[in-house]
């Protein structure tokens, strides 16, 4: 069987501010707000600190499973559920957060991850579905069943490592070039030509 992974998504237009900047250090993520994304395991990464924490994407009631969880953390108030942003807003929130977050358990690919590597972002991946392949060995990644305590622990090693220089910016950047368009369309012709 043959795998052809998809490109990564470089952005070049304009990067604008968006209407909702946070004051502090953030995380970041990206995506619908259902079941599949599985936000609501993310709340448990602000105890004990002080940073915010954005997600961005189409609301829907499961938004309110992630506020739930962020009650029982007290952390309410730096949980910040933007709906859709356009792709300007989306970049300046990639290029600005101090991590990004992915923890889906149900991802044909996990394009906003190596959307936020090609930012040189140290990315907090779930071990589910293709993730692990998408970050390799430059991404970090939480415990299968999402325990909090080892969540905690896993974001702050993971955070460690990236500011300590042991997987550097420059290194996650390179990791999500290598997943190009153009890389995809030539395996593509490759296998049709070994079919003639």
């Given at each position: 069987?043959?795998?052809?992974?998809?490109?990564?998504?470089?952005?070049?237009?304009?990067?604008?501010?968006?209407?909702?900047?946070?004051?502090?250090?953030?995380?970041?993520?990206?995506?619908?707000?259902?079941?599949?994304?599985?936000?609501?395991?993310?709340?448990?990464?602000?105890?004990?600190?002080?940073?915010?924490?954005?997600?961005?994407?189409?609301?829907?009631?499961?938004?309110?499973?992630?506020?739930?969880?962020?009650?029982?953390?007290?952390?309410?108030?730096?949980?910040?559920?933007?709906?859709?942003?356009?792709?300007?807003?989306?970049?300046?929130?990639?290029?600005?957060?101090?991590?990004?977050?992915?923890?889906?358990?149900?991802?044909?690919?996990?394009?906003?991850?190596?959307?936020?590597?090609?930012?040189?972002?140290?990315?907090?991946?779930?071990?589910?579905?293709?993730?692990?392949?998408?970050?390799?060995?430059?991404?970090?990644?939480?415990?299968y069943g999402f325990e909090p305590e080892l969540?905690?622990?896993?974001?702050?090693?993971?955070?460690?490592?990236?500011?300590?220089?042991?997987?550097?910016?420059?290194?996650?950047?390179?990791?999500?070039?290598?997943?190009?368009?153009?890389?995809?369309?030539?395996?593509?012709?490759?296998?049709?030509?070994?079919?003639?």
């Amino acid at each position: 069987m043959d795998v052809i992974y998809n490109g990564c998504n470089i952005y070049d237009g304009p990067i604008e501010i968006p209407e909702y900047v946070p004051d502090r250090p953030f995380l970041y993520s990206v995506g619908t707000l259902m079941e599949k994304k599985n936000f609501h395991v993310l709340p448990c990464l602000l105890k004990d600190n002080h940073y915010e924490m954005v997600i961005s994407g189409l609301r829907f009631p499961y938004e309110k499973q992630i506020m739930e969880n962020a009650d029982a953390y007290g952390v309410t108030d730096r949980i910040h559920l933007t709906g859709p942003v356009p792709e300007s807003h989306k970049w300046w929130y990639m290029r600005h957060c101090l991590a990004f977050m992915f923890p889906s358990i149900a991802e044909g690919f996990g394009l906003p991850a190596i959307e936020a590597m090609s930012c040189g972002k140290p990315v907090f991946l779930s071990r589910h579905t293709s993730l692990p392949e998408i970050g390799g060995d430059k991404a970090f990644y939480f415990n299968y069943g999402f325990e909090p305590e080892l969540m905690r622990k896993e974001f702050k090693e993971g955070m460690d490592k990236y500011e300590s220089g042991a997987v550097t910016s420059e290194e996650i950047m390179r990791h999500a070039l290598s997943f190009s368009w153009e890389n995809a369309a030539m395996q593509y012709v490759s296998i049709y030509r070994s079919l003639q």
